[in-house]
C-alpha cells in the first residue's frame, strides 16, 4: 500500500513562530503537494514539488514556503505564522508524466492551531 | 479555467436509502474526474475516478458514478446507505496542465440514519 507519513498530527504554534511540517513518501513518486483545508472552502494547493529541489506555487502560496531536498520528503514551512494560517493541512504524492488521470495519495494530515 | 460545484454542503440519508451526492465541473478541455472520501480525522481516500474509459465507473464500498459530458455532471451514488458511509465527499478535476494537481469542490457532508 502506498503511504504518505505526516510527522505531526496535531501541533499548537504561537504567531510568528516558525513552523515546519514534514511529510514522507514511500513510493517513490516524483510529485508532492501541500493542501490545505478549511470548512466551506475544501481543498486549496499551497505548493507543488515535481522533482527534487523542483517547486511550482499554487494557488494559496502566500505565508509558506517548500523544501524538497530528498524525492521521499516535501516539508512546509510557515516562515512566521499568523492566527489565519490555523487550518488543516495535507499532504499527497503522486506519480508524474503527462498522465494527468493518475492518482495521488493523502496523508492523514496535520491539524495546526496558531494562537 | 477549471472548476468543481458540489450542490449540497451535507446530505442527510436513512439507513437503506439511495445516496446521490451532486458534482457538477467546468472544462475546457476533457476532464479526469474524482471522488475521494474522508473519514473523521484522517486524510483523503479515492473512492473512484473517470478518466475517459466508460462513462459508469464503479468505485470501492459499492459506490459509483456516472460522467455526463451533456450536463457536465459527475454525480456520485449508492443504492443503499450504511452507517459507516458517514464522512465527506470531496469531488475533483485535474487540472489539465499536470498530473496530480486537482481542483477540489467544497465538500459535502453525508450523514446516515438510523
Known amino acids: 500500500d502506498v503511504k504518505v507519513t505526516q510527522s505531526s498530527r496535531y501541533l499548537v504554534k504561537r504567531t510568528g513562530e516558525k513552523v515546519f511540517l514534514e511529510c514522507v513518501q514511500d513510493m517513490d513518486h516524483e510529485n508532492m503537494f501541500w493542501y490545505r483545508q478549511d470548512p466551506g472552502l475544501g481543498l486549496r494547493l499551497i505548493y507543488f514539488?515535481?522533482?527534487?529541489?523542483?517547486?511550482e506555487k499554487g494557488d494559496i502560496p502566500e505565508g509558506y514556503s517548500v523544501s524538497r531536498e530528498k524525492k521521499e520528503r516535501f516539508s512546509l514551512i510557515l516562515e512566521s505564522a499568523s492566527t489565519n494560517q490555523t487550518s488543516m493541512y495535507l499532504c499527497?504524492?503522486?506519480?508524474?508524466?503527462?498522465?494527468?488521470?493518475?492518482?495521488?495519495?493523502f496523508g492523514e494530515g496535520s491539524w495546526l492551531t496558531v494562537v | 479555467a477549471q472548476s468543481v460545484t458540489q450542490l449540497g454542503s451535507h446530505v442527510s440519508v436513512s439507513e437503506g436509502a439511495l445516496v446521490l451526492l451532486r458534482c457538477n465541473y467546468s472544462?475546457?478541455?476533457?476532464?479526469?474526474l474524482f471522488w475521494y472520501v474522508q473519514y473523521p480525522n484522517q486524510g483523503l481516500q479515492l473512492l473512484l475516478k473517470?478518466?475517459?474509459?466508460?462513462?459508469l465507473v464503479k468505485g470501492i464500498n459499492g459506490f459509483e458514478a456516472e460522467f455526463k459530458k451533456s450536463e457536465t455532471s459527475f454525480h456520485l451514488t449508492k443504492p443503499s446507505a450504511h452507517m459507516s458511509d458517514a464522512a465527506e465527499y470531496f469531488c475533483a478535476v485535474s487540472r489539465s496542465s499536470n498530473t496530480g494537481k486537482l481542483i477540489f469542490g467544497q465538500g459535502t457532508t453525508l450523514q446516515v440514519k438510523p
Open positions: 472544462s475546457s478541455v476533457p476532464p479526469y
Open positions: 473517470y478518466t475517459s474509459a466508460a462513462t
Open positions: 499527497a504524492s503522486g506519480t508524474g508524466g503527462s498522465r494527468a488521470g493518475n492518482t495521488i495519495y
Open positions: 514539488s515535481y522533482d527534487v529541489k523542483m517547486k
